[in-house]
Structures are given as structure tokens and as C-alpha cells.
């Protein structure tokens, strides 16, 4: 009887452990990811450079990057120029889909921005039909709603700007063509050491180098005139544009990474499908309240139509998947 309650109780004290850490680590996503977007659109209402906007984020994740190689918090990646190259094909489309993003996000509301995004499952399913896989019917089927949702709360947006559509459409592209590639290299990951969590540093360093010449050349003229306005117009000046600045570029990473953690203790696809659903619910609420936007009643249908549309695309598409592995 000994064994047996120690047995259970160290059962229970694991479940606990577990159950606690990943509370945490979803809290934790879902109010970075939240702060992220908030703080963004703030700094983008006053700063209408995204470009220089976008490149700044991505430099802003190296001072969380680098700090943790030089501490050795974690191992430090080798990768020789063939593995480079690799990484190089994936890191473009993380970086056309972040800027376009956050043209997106400046361009229009956030709850906009987020309704459109929850479209991403059809390119990806889209794309892997082009590469030869084939989704069974129910899968397909399931993009149904999301396309009806997506197509219902555009219509009737009442912040719907075209800058804002097809920036949001574009990244939903850039980001599937990115999951495809990163699936791939990650199946046979190159070099040394090089984790989910490190590739999207290394993506995050090599985005960075590729926006810089960009931004110079499209904004560079535009971003000191830019910065002194947006100094001017900031609610709280200069110091509270710069620390928003630096927030957005911060969070932006760390969400990111803290998503990796999140969901790396979830066991099945579904649970995956609950969590990021939830997520993009949290965000919508959270920003539609911050900024007092403004939904019609369809928009608030096609949104919920297009978010439970993803919900049901993700569990169903899991089940399958597990099938075909249990075969």
C-alpha cells in the first residue's frame, strides 16, 4: 500500500508539474503575443515606416539571441555554407512574410489584420496539392467555413483598407511557403545544434541582415523626418515611443520563442489546434477593446465562423495524421 499511494503520488506531482508549467508557458505566449500587437500597432500609428518598423523588430530579437549563446543558456549552432543556404531559402519567406504583417497591421486594425490571417491553412493546403500531397476530402472540406468567415467579415469591415488584405493574404502565403520548408529542414536539420528554438534565431539574425539594405533603400530618406514627427505626436514623447518601439521588437521574438515551449509539452495535434485558436480569440478581444475598434455584427459572425473554420480544420486534419501514422 506503501508503493502503491507513493506511486500515485508521484503520478499526481508530475501531472501537477506538468499542468502548471504549461499554464504558465500558454500564459506567457498569449500575453506577449497580445503586448506584441498592441505595442506594434501603437508605434505603427505614429511611424508610418513598416518596413523600418518590421527591420527593427527583427534586429530587436539579437539582443535576446546573442545574450543567450554568450552565456551559454544554450548551444550555439554550427552551420557550414551548404547548411546556410538552406536556412537562407527559409529565412526569406520568414522575412517577406513579417514585413508584409506588419504592413498589414499599420495599414489597418488588428482584429482586421488577424481575421484575415486565420486564412493561412487554405495556402497551405493549396500549396501542398502544387507539391503533390493531397489532403483527404473531410480535411478540405473544413476550409469551407473558414473561407465563408474570412469572405463575410471582409465584406463588412468597417476598417477594411486594401494595404491591409493583401498585406495580411501575402504573409499568409509567405508563412505557408515557410512552414513547408521549415518541415522539410527540420526532418534533416543541418549543421550542429540546431533546435526548433535555434533555427528561428538563426531565421530571426539572417531576416534581420536582409531587411537592412531594403529599408534603406525604399526609407532611409524618410526615417529620421519620420522619427521626429512620430516624437511629436507619441502620447508621453519620445521616451514612450522608444520603449513601445523596443517592447514591439522584443515581444515579437519572445512570443515566438515562448510558443515553441508551449507547445512542445502538448501531446497531441489537437491540443495544439485548441491553443492557437484561443490564442487568435484573445488577440481579436484584446485589441478590439485596447483600441475601441469598431465590428459590425457580421464582421463579429465572419470572424467567429473563420476562427472556429481553423479550430475544425486543425483537429480534423490531427486526426488524420495520426492515422496515417498509427498505418
Known amino acids: 500500500q506503501a508503493g502503491s499511494r ?4 508521484h503520478k499526481f506531482n508530475t501531472a501537477m508539474n506538468t499542468l502548471l508549467k504549461t499554464t504558465a508557458y500558454l500564459g506567457l505566449w498569449y500575453f506577449l503575443n497580445v503586448l506584441y500587437n498592441l505595442s506594434n ?3 505603427a500609428t505614429s511611424f508610418p515606416l513598416p518596413l523600418t518598423l518590421a527591420s527593427t523588430q527583427l534586429f530587436a530579437g539579437l539582443l535576446y539571441i546573442l545574450p543567450c ?5 544554450r548551444p550555439v549552432p554550427t552551420l557550414g555554407k551548404g547548411d546556410l543556404r538552406r536556412v537562407a531559402v527559409v529565412a526569406v519567406f520568414h522575412t517577406v512574410g513579417h514585413c508584409l504583417t506588419v504592413l498589414s497591421l499599420s495599414a489597418g486594425s488588428v482584429s482586421f489584420t488577424h481575421i484575415i490571417k486565420s486564412a493561412e491553412p487554405i495556402f497551405s493546403t493549396l500549396l501542398l496539392s502544387l507539391l503533390g500531397t493531397h489532403s483527404p476530402l473531410p480535411v ?20 477594411f483598407t486594401w494595404p491591409s488584405f493583401l498585406g495580411a493574404m501575402g504573409s499568409n502565403l509567405s508563412f505557408a511557403v515557410r512552414a513547408i ?3 522539410r529542414l527540420m526532418a534533416d536539420p543541418p549543421g550542429k545544434d540546431l533546435t526548433p528554438t535555434n533555427l528561428f534565431a538563426v531565421l530571426t539574425i539572417i531576416s534581420a541582415l536582409l531587411t537592412a539594405p531594403v529599408v534603406l533603400v525604399l526609407e532611409g530618406p524618410q526615417i529620421m523626418p519620420a522619427l521626429e514627427a512620430a516624437y511629436d505626436s507619441f502620447e508621453g514623447g519620445k521616451t514612450a515611443f522608444l ?18 515551449l508551449a507547445l512542445s509539452l502538448f501531446s497531441t495535434p489537437t491540443t495544439h489546434a485548441v491553443a492557437n485558436t484561443v490564442k487568435r480569440v484573445v488577440i481579436l478581444v484584446a485589441s478590439t477593446l485596447y483600441f475601441k475598434t469598431e465590428m459590425s455584427a457580421q464582421s463579429v459572425a465572419g470572424c467567429g465562423i473563420a476562427v472556429g473554420g481553423v479550430l475544425g480544420y486543425s483537429i480534423v486534419k490531427g486526426r488524420y495524421a495520426a492515422k496515417k501514422k498509427e498505418e
Open 6 to 9: 507513493a506511486f500515485f503520488s
Open 140 to 159: 478540405n472540406l473544413m476550409l469551407l467555413p473558414i473561407v465563408f468567415g474570412v469572405s463575410l467579415a471582409s465584406m463588412t469591415e468597417l476598417s
Open 181 to 183: 520548408y521549415s518541415k
Open 41 to 43: 500597432k501603437s508605434v
Open 243 to 260: 520603449a513601445a518601439l523596443f517592447t514591439s521588437g522584443l515581444t515579437y521574438y519572445t512570443y515566438n520563442e515562448t510558443a515553441y
Open 69 to 73: 549563446w554568450a552565456l551559454g543558456l
